[in-house]
C-alpha cells in the first residue's frame, strides 16, 4: 500500500535533525602541511577565481605565465608617453632633426608610434633639419623625396630651399623656380646659396653669354665670404688678384686666400682623430700626398684631408654619373665642371672656362679650378697649344681660365 504523506514528512524532520546534530559534534577540521584549514583554502580559491572574473569582465588581462589557479594582480598603470605635452615632443624632434647625419635618423623616429609621425611633420621640426638630414641620394630620388624637400622650403628650412634650388637649377633644368628657391635661401644668409648664385652670374646660367654680371656676383661671393663660406673666400681672392669683376687688389686677392686657407685648416682640426690616422709625415717626407689627402695648405707643410661635398653638390654628381653624362652630352656640347666635388654641368655650350695651359679640362669657377689643382691636375697638367684647340672645334671666343696662383707653388 501507498505510504502516508505525514510519515513521510516526519521522516524528512528526523533525517533533518540527525544532519544538523553530527556538524555540531564534528571535529575541527585538520590543518594541513600548509597549515591553512581546508575551509579557508577553498574560500581562497572562490575569493581569486572571483577576481578573476571581475578583471575579464572589465576587460584586463591575467598576466601571462601566471598559473590559471593564482590570483591576477590589477594595477591601474598610468601612461607616461601619453602625459607628455606636444610642445616637449616637439622640441625633442626638433633636436634630433638639427643634429641627424642622414635622413634615416629622422625617418626611423617618425616610424616609431603613430604621435612621432604626427609631431614629426609639425613646421618646426622641418624648419630646423639639417643639411646631412636632407641629403637624399640621387638613386634613391622619387616624388616622395621632392615633396620632403618642399614641405621642409616651405617650412622655412635655408637648407632645403638651397638643395631643392640646386636639384631643379640643374638637375630637372627648371632654371626658374630653382633660382628663386636659391635666392629665397640666400635672402636668410645662406652662404652656400649666395655663393651658388655668384657661380650663376659669373657664368650666366640659364642665358646667354650677354647675361653675364660680375659686379653682381662679386657682390654675392663677398656677402658669402663675410659669412665664413671657404670657396667663396677662394674665390673672392682670385678675383681681386686678377681684377676680374672688381678692381684689381693683388695684396687684398693674397689675404683673402691666407684666409680661406685658415679656415680649411680650422675645419680639418674639428676632425682631428680622423686627420691623425693618415700617414700625413711618410707622405710629407716623399713629397707625395696619401690618398684621401688634399695638400691646401702645402705652403706651411700641412696636409689636410679633401673637404668633404656639399649633400646638394654629391647629389649632382651622383645623379649625372648615373645618367652617362659624357656621352649624353656629347651631341650637345655641353660639359660637366672638372673637380670632383663639384657637379655643376654647363646649360650652354662653352660656358665653362677652360685652363688656360692644357685647355682640356674646364671649371665653373676659380675656386673649383685651385681645388682640382690641388687634388689632381697639378700632376696632369700639360702645356697644350689653345690655338689647335680652337681650330679642331673649340670656338675661339671660349673663355679661357687664367692659371692659378697654385701651380707657381704659391695659394
Known amino acids: 500500500r501507498a505510504p502516508c504523506p505525514t510519515h513521510l514528512q516526519s521522516q524528512a524532520e528526523m533525517r533533518r535533525r540527525t544532519r544538523s546534530a553530527s556538524q555540531c559534534l564534528r571535529a575541527r577540521p585538520r590543518i594541513d602541511g600548509g597549515g591553512a584549514?581546508?575551509?579557508?583554502?577553498?574560500?581562497?580559491r572562490r575569493g581569486g577565481r572571483a577576481t578573476e572574473r571581475g578583471a575579464e569582465s572589465?576587460?584586463?588581462?591575467?598576466?601571462?605565465?601566471?598559473p590559471?589557479?593564482?590570483?591576477?594582480?590589477?594595477?591601474?598603470?598610468?601612461?607616461?608617453?601619453?602625459?607628455?605635452p606636444d610642445d616637449l615632443v616637439v622640441s625633442v624632434l626638433s633636436k634630433l632633426s638639427s643634429s641627424a647625419?642622414?635622413?634615416?635618423?629622422?625617418?626611423?623616429?617618425?616610424?616609431?608610434?603613430?604621435?612621432?609621425?604626427?609631431?614629426?611633420h609639425h613646421p618646426l621640426v622641418l624648419s630646423k633639419v639639417s643639411a646631412g638630414c636632407l641629403g637624399v641620394r640621387a638613386n634613391t630620388w622619387s616624388d616622395s623625396s621632392h615633396r620632403f624637400l618642399k614641405r621642409?622650403?616651405?617650412?622655412?628650412?635655408?637648407?632645403?630651399?638651397?638643395?631643392?634650388?640646386?636639384?631643379?637649377?640643374?638637375?630637372?633644368?627648371?632654371?626658374?623656380?630653382?633660382?628663386?628657391?636659391?635666392a629665397r635661401a640666400a635672402i636668410g644668409s645662406n652662404p652656400?646659396?649666395?655663393?651658388?648664385l655668384s657661380v650663376i652670374q659669373f657664368n650666366g646660367s640659364g642665358g646667354s653669354k650677354n647675361d653675364k654680371d660680375l659686379r653682381a656676383g662679386v657682390a654675392l661671393c663677398a656677402r658669402a665670404a663675410?659669412?665664413?663660406?671657404?670657396?667663396?673666400l677662394r674665390e673672392l681672392g682670385h678675383c681681386l688678384q686678377d681684377g676680374y669683376g672688381v678692381r684689381r687688389n693683388v695684396a687684398e686677392g693674397r689675404r683673402f686666400l691666407v684666409q680661406a686657407n685658415a679656415r680649411e685648416l680650422a675645419a680639418a682640426m674639428t676632425s682631428w682623430p680622423a686627420w691623425q690616422k693618415q700617414p700625413r709625415q711618410a707622405a710629407a717626407a716623399a713629397g707625395a700626398t696619401s690618398p684621401g689627402c688634399c695638400p691646401l695648405l702645402s705652403d706651411y707643410g700641412w696636409n689636410v684631408p679633401a673637404p668633404a661635398p656639399h649633400p646638394a653638390n654629391r647629389f649632382l654628381v651622383e645623379w649625372f654619373r648615373e645618367r652617362g653624362w659624357p656621352a649624353a652630352a656629347a651631341a650637345e656640347g655641353l660639359r660637366l665642371c672638372s673637380y670632383s666635388g663639384c657637379g655643376r654641368p654647363?646649360?650652354?655650350?662653352?660656358?665653362?672656362?677652360?685652363?688656360?695651359v692644357c685647355g682640356v679640362v674646364n671649371y665653373c669657377s676659380r675656386a673649383c679650378q685651385a681645388l682640382d689643382w690641388k687634388l689632381s691636375h697639378k700632376s696632369e697638367c700639360v702645356p697644350t697649344d689653345l690655338q689647335a684647340l680652337d681650330g679642331d672645334g673649340a670656338p675661339a671666343g671660349d673663355d679661357v681660365a687664367p692659371a692659378v696662383d697654385g701651380a707657381a707653388g704659391t695659394d
Do not use: Q
Open 37 to 44: 584549514p581546508r575551509e579557508e583554502r577553498k574560500r581562497k
Open 58 to 66: 572589465c576587460g584586463r588581462k591575467r598576466p601571462r605565465g601566471a
Open 68 to 84: 590559471a589557479g593564482a590570483p591576477a594582480e590589477v594595477e591601474d598603470r598610468a601612461d607616461y608617453f601619453d602625459g607628455l
Open 101 to 120: 647625419r642622414r635622413p634615416l635618423d629622422l625617418i626611423s623616429a617618425m616610424l616609431t608610434c603613430k604621435r612621432f609621425h604626427g609631431l614629426g
Open 152 to 182: 621642409c622650403a616651405d617650412c622655412g628650412n635655408l637648407e632645403a630651399s638651397y638643395m631643392l634650388g640646386m636639384i631643379r637649377f640643374y638637375a630637372l633644368e627648371n632654371r626658374g623656380s630653382g633660382a628663386s628657391l636659391m
Open 192 to 196: 652656400a646659396a649666395l655663393y651658388s
Open 226 to 232: 663675410f659669412l665664413g663660406h671657404v670657396d667663396a
Open 346 to 356: 654647363e646649360t650652354r655650350r662653352h660656358e665653362f672656362r677652360r685652363c688656360s
